[in-house]
C-alpha cells in the first residue's frame, strides 16, 4: 500500500508538472535547485505537504542537497555534507570475485571526498550484497534497468550523465566485451553506452581470461574508445593455485587513478607530443630460473610517464620488471631484458622526447643454457659476462628519428656532477639527470629524490622532491624547451 501511494505521487507530480504554468515551472525550478532536489521531488514535497499524498521516500543519496547544480542563492545557508568542488563518481560493480574490494574503494574514493553511486551488475550481487555498498556509499544501489521506482526516479540516462566519472570495478571479461561490442541489456552497460563522462576500468579476472585474444582485442578497441585503464596487476588470483597477470589493481591505486583523471586538468603543455620513456631494471637470465637484477623500483620513470600522459603527451613507456601498475593512458610494453628494451625502444620510434630512466643491466651473462645449472662435479661455475647495448647512446647516437630531446639519467655513488658530465659527452644525449643513488641517499627504491640537471649549457640543481614532483619539474621543463 505505502508503495502504491508512493508511486502515486511521483505519477502526480509528473502530471503536475506538464500542467504548469512556465512562470510556476521556473519559481519550482529555483526551489527545487535550491533545495538539491528534482522537480518531482519538490512537487511530491508540495503535496504532501497541503495534505494531498504522502511524500513518497527520497533514497538517501538524494536527501541531501546535491552539488553541480545550478544552485540560487538559498536565503539562509543550510549545513550541507557536500561541498561545491566534490567529485560526483558513478561505481559499476561487475561480478567478479575482485568485487569485494570494491566495497573498500567506496570507502577510498569517500575518504578523497567524492560522492559515490553505485551501480551493480546481477553477477555483482552474487559476490556482495547491495546493502553493504549501500551501507558504504550512503545511498541507494542501482541494479535493475527495469526496476520502475528506480527507473522513474532517476532512471539509466540521469545515471550515466549526473557524473564526472564512470568507474567499472572490477570490469569483468564479459563487462569488457560488452562495452567493447555497444550492448545495452542491462543497467551497468546501458549506462556505460549512454554516458558521456570519461570512464576508468579496473580489470580483474584469471589470468588466462586477460590473455586472451578476445580479451585482448576488446581492450585494444576499449582504449581506441578512449575509457582509461587500471591494471590488473600481476600476482597471486584469489581463486587458490591461480597466479599470473589479472588481479584487480589495489582499492588505492583506482582511488588515486580516478582522482588524477578527475583534479582540475593538468595544462596541457605536452599536447600532441609523442614521449617515449624506458623505467625499472632488466633481468639478464643466467639460465632458466636464474637472472641478474638490480634494486630500481621503476617509480621515477613510472612518474614521469604519469606526469607527461597528464600533460597532454601521448606516452610509450618500456618497461622493465616492476611491480607496479600501468598508469593510466600510458601505453605500456613490458620487457625483461636490455636487449628486448632495446628493441622495444626502436619499435617506438620516432619520437620527439625520449627519456631513459631505466636501470639497464650493464652486462649480461655470454651463454645461457637451455637447463638449469647443477651443482655437481665441476664445482662453482664461472659466469662469463658481455657488455650489453646501450639504449641511450644508441638513441642518441642515430641520425634518423632521433628524438629532438634525448635525455638520460646518471645514477651516480660519487662524484655525482662530474661523472654526468663525462655520461653527457660520451653518450650525446641532451641532457643528464644525476642523481646521488649512495644508501645513504635513500634514492633506489624510495619516493624522493634530488636532482642535478646537466645539459651543454651548464647544471641546474633542483631542491630534493618527491619522485612525482621531480617528474612534474622535468615535464615542465622540457615543454619549455621544446614548445
Ligand atoms: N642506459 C641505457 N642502456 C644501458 C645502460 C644505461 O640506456 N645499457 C642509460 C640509463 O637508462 C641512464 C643512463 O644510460 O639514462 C646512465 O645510466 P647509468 O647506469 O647511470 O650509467 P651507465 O652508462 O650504466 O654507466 P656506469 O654504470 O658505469 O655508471
Redesign the pocket.
Given at each position: 500500500m505505502k508503495a502504491l501511494l508512493a508511486n502515486t505521487a511521483k505519477a502526480m507530480a509528473t502530471l503536475t508538472i506538464r500542467n504548469l504554468r512556465d512562470d510556476l515551472k521556473k519559481q519550482i525550478q529555483v526551489r527545487a535547485a535550491r533545495n538539491g532536489r528534482s522537480m518531482e521531488e519538490e512537487i511530491r514535497l508540495i503535496l504532501a505537504g497541503a495534505g494531498d499524498l504522502p511524500a513518497a521516500p527520497i533514497p538517501p543519496d538524494r536527501a541531501t542537497p546535491r552539488q553541480n547544480m545550478p544552485v540560487a542563492a538559498p536565503e539562509t545557508p543550510k549545513p550541507s555534507p557536500h561541498n561545491a568542488a566534490q567529485h560526483r563518481i558513478l561505481l559499476i560493480i561487475g561480478g567478479g570475485i575482485a568485487a569485494y574490494k570494491s566495497l573498500d574503494l567506496i570507502r577510498r574514493l569517500k575518504e578523497r571526498g567524492a560522492s559515490v553511486r553505485v551501480v551493480m551488475t546481477d553477477a555483482a550481487q552474487e559476490f556482495v550484497t547491495p546493502l553493504a555498498a549501500g551501507a558504504l556509499s550512503g545511498g541507494h544501489v542501482y541494479t535493475d534497468l527495469f526496476d520502475t521506482v528506480a527507473e522513474f526516479d532517476i532512471g539509466h540516462i540521469r545515471l550515466a550523465r549526473e557524473t564526472d566519472l564512470i568507474v567499472v570495478a572490477p570490469a569483468t571479461a564479459d563487462l569488457m566485451a560488452k562495452m567493447a561490442n555497444g550492448h545495452g541489456d542491462d543497467l551497468a552497460s546501458t549506462i556505460l553506452l549512454a554516458t558521456t563522462a570519461p570512464v576508468l576500468i579496473a580489470p580483474a579476472m584469471n589470468p588466462q581470461m586477460w590473455s586472451h585474444p578476445a580479451t585482448q582485442r576488446n581492450l585494444a578497441r576499449l582504449r581506441g574508445d578512449g575509457i582509461q585503464t587500471i591494471g590488473p596487476n600481476d600476482g597471486e588470483m584469489a581463486e587458490s593455485g591461480e597466479a599470473g597477470t589479472g588481479r584487480m589493481a589495489e582499492p588505492l591505486e583506482i582511488a588515486q587513478a580516478a582522482l588524477a583523471l578527475l583534479s582540475p586538468a593538468t595544462p596541457q603543455l605536452l599536447k600532441g607530443k609523442t614521449l617515449l620513456i624506458?623505467a625499472g631494471p632488466t633481468h639478464e637470465p643466467i639460465d632458466p630460473v636464474r637472472y641478474i637484477a638490480n634494486r630500481s623500483s621503476g617509480k621515477q620513470g613510472y612518474a614521469i610517464a604519469r606526469a607527461a600522459a597528464a600533460a597532454g603527451a601521448n606516452v610509450t613507456l618500456v618497461s622493465g620488471p616492476v611491480d607496479l601498475s600501468d598508469p593510466a593512458g600510458v601505453n605500456v610494453v613490458r620487457v625483461e631484458s636490455?636487449r628486448e628494451m632495446l628493441a622495444a625502444v626502436e619499435q617506438a620510434l620516432p619520437a620527439d622526447v625520449a627519456i631513459?630512466?631505466?636501470?639497464?643491466a650493464?652486462w649480461r651473462v655470454a651463454s645461457t643454457g637451455g637447463q638449469k645449472i647443477k651443482k655437481g662435479a665441476s664445482g662453482t661455475p664461472e659466469l662469463s659476462l658481455v657488455e650489453?647495448?646501450?639504449?641511450?647512446s644508441t638513441v642518441a647516437h642515430r641520425t634518423k628519428a632521433r628524438p629532438s630531446l634525448v635525455i638520460?639519467?646518471?645514477?651516480?655513488t660519487e662524484k655525482v656532477i662530474e661523472?654526468a658530465k663525462a655520461?653527457l659527452a660520451k653518450?650525446k644525449c641532451d641532457w643528464i639527470l644525476a642523481n646521488d643513488v649512495s644508501e645513504e641517499s635513500g634514492v633506489m627504491g624510495g619516493d624522493r629524490n634530488t636532482i642535478h640537471l646537466v645539459t651543454k649549457a651548464g647544471v641546474e640543481d633542483w631542491p630534493e622532491q618527491s619522485k612525482n614532483d621531480v617528474a612534474h619539474t622535468l615535464i615542465a621543463r622540457i615543454a619549455k624547451e621544446i614548445t
Open positions: 624506458t636490455a631513459f630512466a631505466a636501470a639497464v650493464d650489453n647495448p646501450d639504449i641511450l638520460g639519467f646518471a645514477a651516480e661523472h655520461k653518450k
